[in-house]
């Protein structure tokens, strides 16, 4: 059975936890499952997060209690040390499509149409906008036999031209803390392609501090 996320939300570290290997299974496949020192690097990067977060480790292991308990992650053996994958398609029932603009909207925030195409770009080609939003619409119209809708399409803020929309994995959304507008639309568009290009390194960073035995940046 799915689970509920109405009844038990995730919390903001689970949410972010979950988000970060959603992602990293995408986007750096040769190292994944994740080390918890990659785990938390990548929950704690600067571009591609809204809102930015600076989780400890006891913050992750905690997270990743929660999760394991929902069957939404699951510990990999035979390593020297513990990796962590997730298990989100299978645990909430949902396709790959509708997987990969939840894991967005949990790392990114609030989002359009448009801008979940353009973030999910190194997940997932979506055809076009029209596709995206005709996952969002199964999302937010799920039944409550499946658990219950899993996304919401948020007012329209002033001067925006796009509603934008929010994942219900943590609980009902305030729609007042969402209400402001979206940036323009080819601003957006740079930040986004130099954000993707930043974690690129990062991960790449990581993944070589890791092999190599080093701490990561920042890590004492």
Known sequence: MSPNFAERPLTPAEARVLGTLMEKARTVPDSYPLSL????????QKT??????????????EALEGLRERSLVIESSGSRVPRYEHNFM????VPEQSAVL????????PQTAGELRLNCE????FLDIGSVEA???ELQSRSESAGGPLVVKLPRAAGAREARWAHLLGGPVSV?????????????????????????????????????????????
């Open 37 to 44: 020192n990659a785990l938390l690097t990548g929950c704690n």
């Open 48 to 61: 591609a997060r809204e809102p930015v977060m600076e989780l400890s480790e006891p913050d992750v292991i």
């Open 90 to 93: 299978r645990g909430v029932g």
């Open 102 to 109: 939840l894991g967005t909207l949990m790392l990114r925030g």
């Open 122 to 125: 190194r997940w997932y080609k």
């Open 135 to 137: 996952f969002l619409d």
């Open 176 to 220: 007042s803390a969402s209400a402001a507008a979206p940036e323009a639309s080819g601003l957006a568009d740079r930040v986004a392609a130099l954000e993707a290009t930043v974690q690129r390194l990062e991960a790449q960073l990581a993944h070589l501090s890791e092999q190599l035995g080093l701490s990561q940046p920042g890590q004492n």
